[in-house]
């Protein structure tokens, strides 16, 4: 078992930036890739980046592209969310995850995820 300690997260206005933190604890080692989730009030769950634990693999959601950077720390066993030119409707409730799932195609599927962290609210203000 996992376990996933988020950290970071709070209100800001457009256009500033904020940076969220993951530790990871447990079975670590078995991880192969860590994500970032973000789910707004009345919509799905969304996976907005990845990054796999052992090599140089990110992805991201069109709708970050360019504005959010995901990277790691595997001393620390710690993944981060670096979110620039945030926008109103960056506005959720952001969790990271674990899994071991290694298919590209399967980044942004929940189900590809066994651990999840607590979330952590970021709020964006016009």
């Known amino acids: 078992q996992v376990q996933l300690v988020e950290a970071g997260g709070g209100l800001v206005q457009a256009g500033g930036s904020l940076r969220l933190s993951c530790a990871a604890s447990?079975?670590?080692?078995?991880?192969?890739?860590m994500a970032w989730f973000r789910q707004a009030p009345g919509k799905e769950r969304e996976c907005v980046a990845g990054?796999?634990?052992?090599?140089?693999?990110?992805y991201y959601a069109d709708s970050v592209k360019d504005r959010f950077i995901i990277s790691r720390d595997n001393a620390k066993k710690t993944v981060y969310l670096q979110m620039n030119s945030l926008k109103p409707e960056d506005t959720a409730v952001y969790y990271c995850?674990?899994?071991?799932?290694?298919?590209?195609?399967?980044?942004?599927?929940?189900?590809?995820?066994?651990?999840w962290g607590q979330g952590s609210q970021v709020t964006v203000s016009s």
């Open positions: 447990g079975r670590s080692f078995s991880i192969y890739r």
């Open positions: 990054i796999d634990w052992n090599d140089n693999n990110v």
């Open positions: 995850a674990a899994g071991t799932v290694t298919s590209v195609s399967a980044v942004g599927w929940r189900r590809s995820y066994d651990s």
